[in-house]
């Protein structure tokens, strides 16, 4: 394990949080937001560390026997609030790990500090419970509340919390990350880093996902061959998908990187900045086949696409009316 060094991005959140140690001004009470896999569990979890730590610095040492016992979870001072049921927290599990624990004094560190991840899945009986103790705390108290989605918390909650949004980092740091440290091949750093949209726990995810590299290849095939196809192979290639329902949007997602590589070439002839360069043969081929207006059509198709499947609009209707477009004007 790194300590906030070996984060990728987030550095005002870091310093941030380094300069409430370093000043003795640590709050009682934060909420980190970002969607999933934006790094918001490894930022609390080292900032956790780097309180308890008994070197006392801006960063875990990772070598003393509080860093020892957080990073194979065994804190007694650092709590991971837990609940039963996968889409609530509720009061009970609030009470009885968090309102009613806090009252116990930490047994080995300064402060004793509370996790609550998946924070918008609190009942509003819970954040109100909670709210107490987030108004009043025991002095040793930090509570750190983590959440996809701010707006299910209560605005008297948010407005007593220092909240810490983690935005999405640019496209060549995650890109970075995937060659350096995941020794990943540029070719497929490019499609992962473009495919994440700054997320880098989305793009590790990508990056050692078997399934997700069978989807590229499957995504590529029908793209590149779309314009030859028979409407009945369009027709069972749509059957096909329609068995990975789940990954659809993904598929969506890589649908349109290859019209913008194609877009983007037609309009610049440069391959530098192309996501799919190994399939320059191809987009050069499409670029010159389509026009302008017919690839900006087949983008604005895609997001329609999104938008039905999303209202749960008929699965099959959806993607042929979408593959009928791309063969017609790809």
Not at 197 to 222: D, P, R, Y
Request: glycine residues 4%; charged residues 25%; negative net charge.
């Amino acid at each position: 394990m790194q300590g906030f060094d070996g984060i990728v991005g987030h550095d005002e959140i870091i310093e941030h949080l380094q300069n409430s140690i370093r000043l003795g001004k640590v709050s009682h009470a934060y909420i980190f937001g970002g969607e999933n896999g934006s790094g918001k569990k490894l930022i609390a979890n080292l900032f956790a560390m780097t309180l308890q730590c008994e070197e006392h610095g801006i960063e875990p040492c990772l070598k003393c026997a509080s860093c020892k016992k957080a990073m194979s979870k065994n804190h007694p001072d650092i709590i991971s609030v837990t609940h039963e049921k996968p889409n609530s927290i509720g009061i009970e599990e609030i009470r009885k790990q968090l309102i009613d624990d806090v009252a116990i004094k930490p047994y080995t560190g300064p402060y004793k500090i509370y996790l609550v991840n998946d924070a918008h899945k609190l009942t509003l009986q819970a954040q109100n419970a909670l709210l107490k103790t987030i108004e009043e705390p025991p002095s040793y108290a930090v509570i750190i509340l983590l959440t996809d989605n701010m707006d299910a918390l209560l605005p008297t909650i948010t407005s007593r919390c220092v909240t810490l949004g983690l935005k999405p980092i640019r496209e060549n740091l995650v890109k970075e990350y995937l060659v350096d440290r995941l020794h990943i091949p540029e070719y497929d750093a490019d499609i992962q880093a473009s495919f994440a949209q700054g997320n880098i726990g989305k793009a590790q995810q990508m990056a050692t996902s078997e399934e997700f590299a069978q989807m590229t290849e499957n995504a590529l095939q029908l793209l590149k061959y779309s314009h030859e196809a028979e409407l009945y192979e369009l027709v069972d290639a749509i059957k096909k998908m329609s068995e990975e329902k789940e990954n659809i949007f993904d598929y969506l997602d890589l649908f349109r990187m290859w019209f913008r590589d194609v877009l983007l070439f037609k309009a610049t002839r440069e391959v530098d900045s192309l996501v799919f360069k190994q399939e320059i043969k191809f987009i050069k081929e499409q670029a010159r086949r389509s026009s302008y207006e017919g690839l900006e059509d087949i983008i604005s198709s895609i997001q329609k696409a999104e938008a039905r499947l999303r209202a749960n609009v008929n699965f099959d209707l959806t993607m042929e009316l979408l593959f009928l477009t791309i063969r017609e004007k790809g």
